[in-house]
């Protein structure tokens, strides 16, 4: 039987999983920006607000879905899988209730506490802006100051690394947020594991290093993500061993605290002196992280899904073992003030043998726009990860000149700093 597939989003991550379904199922697809790479390989589009649920659910009834995929966050948050699960459409990814592992930082730390999830840092809640930047005046060393709801992965600022403890207080007291984390700077490298969890169950997939700053050498404001890379095992060249494994732990201790999770568990490391502390959870796929992953994932992403929906076991992964690297343009301007409107062109004939994945662009009539998000990725394959970097690297001449892009993520340089940086931490 031909399962239908509804997939909920319109970025970079939602194309990479389009590409790994499309062939094994009809596609379908909704989000609120034309993506021309998911238009592509969908038997249908429509044009759907990501967090209008009842919209989404109908569109899933009209066109048979049998299981959803929801990529963003914000679908998640408001209600979509509860809207979806409720007509009968499997929907692969959390419930509200059960997103707020993302959603909601406070009850994330809350959570690790109380089911005692290893790796949790030390934290406080504050519910009143002024007692928080008391906390700030009174601590002995470095912050992070985190709003509890979601904010694209932009709302962090980190005390002693992005902003001094006045710069903090300053931009505490000129937002508007109601809830507020703070808790201790953690200080190493991130890495990322994703995990697809069902029926209690978990798989895992190989660690990815995303890149968040918006400027070569890691400078500038936070971003959603400029670019990441994995090597050819499930480790990346600045861990040591057991240290995967210590973070596979603390999902598993997730996924055993919460036997109803569905969907893709996110683990944000923070690769420490003392082994990995989590930075955060997510409640999908990361992005660009996806677009690393499901490339190499050489099982169909398929069984995963309906073996979840059928309350099977999940297959045990395999994947091709090629290192990648991926690298987004984004535009000009982005995130802080970014271009959007602007038209762009993509050679699409020019990208070899590298991927290339469409993101937050509108395909109107007359050719390609950007938006406020990021424009679209490239990704490299190889035996190496400076193989896979040269591939990317020589498919971004599909760029044009309307966009910015990283050109340091996944060369030699900047793995090299990584692993140098860690060597320094655990002398
Ligand atoms: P989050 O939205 O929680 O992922 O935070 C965004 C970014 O802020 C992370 O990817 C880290 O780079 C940084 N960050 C968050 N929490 C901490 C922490 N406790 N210590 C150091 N950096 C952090
Ligand atoms: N790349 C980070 C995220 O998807 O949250």
């Known amino acids: 039987m031909t399962e239908t597939v509804l997939l909920v989003g319109g970025g970079g991550r939602e194309h990479a999983i389009a590409r790994a379904v499309a062939d094994d199922c009809a596609l379908y697809a909704c989000a609120s920006n034309r993506n021309p790479g998911i238009r592509r390989l969908a038997d249908g589009f429509e044009a759907i607000a990501e967090t209008d649920a009842e919209a989404v659910a109908d569109y899933a009834t009209a066109v048979g879905a049998d299981i959803a995929v929801i990529g963003p966050e914000s679908a998640l948050a408001a209600g979509v899988a509860d809207a979806l699960d409720e007509v009968g459409v499997y929907a692969f990814g959390p419930q509200a209730e059960e997103a707020r592992l993302e959603t909601d930082k406070a009850y994330q730390r809350e959570f690790m506490d109380e089911a005692d999830i290893p790796g949790c840092p030390d934290y ?45 207080k300053a931009y505490l007291r ?20 994703q995990a697809f969890v069902a029926n209690g169950e978990l798989r895992t997939t190989p660690a ?21 890379y994995t090597d050819t095992g499930l480790s990346l060249p600045f861990m040591a061993e057991g240290d995967y494994d210590a973070a596979v732990d603390v999902l598993e201790a997730v996924v055993d605290a919460l036997p109803d999770y569905k969907g893709v568990l996110y683990g944000q490391f923070m690769l420490t002196d003392a082994g990995p502390k989590v930075v955060e959870f997510n409640a999908r796929f990361g992005d660009p992280e996806a677009m690393n992953t499901l490339p190499v994932l050489e099982t169909p992403f398929l069984d995963v899904l309906t073996a979840a929906r059928d309350d099977d076991a999940l297959p045990e992964l395999s994947f091709s073992g090629e290192a990648t690297v991926c690298k987004y343009a984004v535009p000009d301007g982005y995130p802080t003030d970014p271009d959007a409107g602007a038209k762009i062109a993509v050679d699409e004939d020019s990208v070899g043998d590298a991927l290339l994945y469409y993101a937050s662009v509108d395909e109107r009539d007359d050719g390609l726009y950007t938006t ?5 990725a490239v990704v490299g394959r190889g035996d190496s990860i400076a193989t896979a970097e040269a591939q990317a690297e020589d498919a971004l001449a599909a760029a044009g000149d309307r966009v ?24």
Do not use: W
């Open 174 to 193: 000129d937002s508007d947020y109601e809830r507020v984390v703070l808790e201790e700077r953690l200080v190493g490298e991130e890495f990322t594991v």
């Open 208 to 228: 990815v290093q995303d890149h968040k700053r918006a400027y070569e050498g890691d400078e500038g404001p936070n971003t959603g993500g400029m670019g990441s």
């Open 124 to 168: 406080e809640v504050f519910d009143d802006v002024e007692a928080a930047c008391e906390y700030i005046d009174a601590y002995d060393g470095d912050l992070a100051v985190k709003p509890t709801g979601l904010t694209g992965g932009k709302g962090v600022k980190v005390i002693g690394d992005q902003v001094t403890s006045g710069e903090a």
């Open 372 to 376: 406020t998000s990021r424009s679209f």
């Open 404 to 427: 910015r892009i990283r050109h340091d993520i996944g060369t030699a340089d900047l793995v090299q700093r990584r692993i140098d940086h860690m060597a320094e931490l655990r002398e």
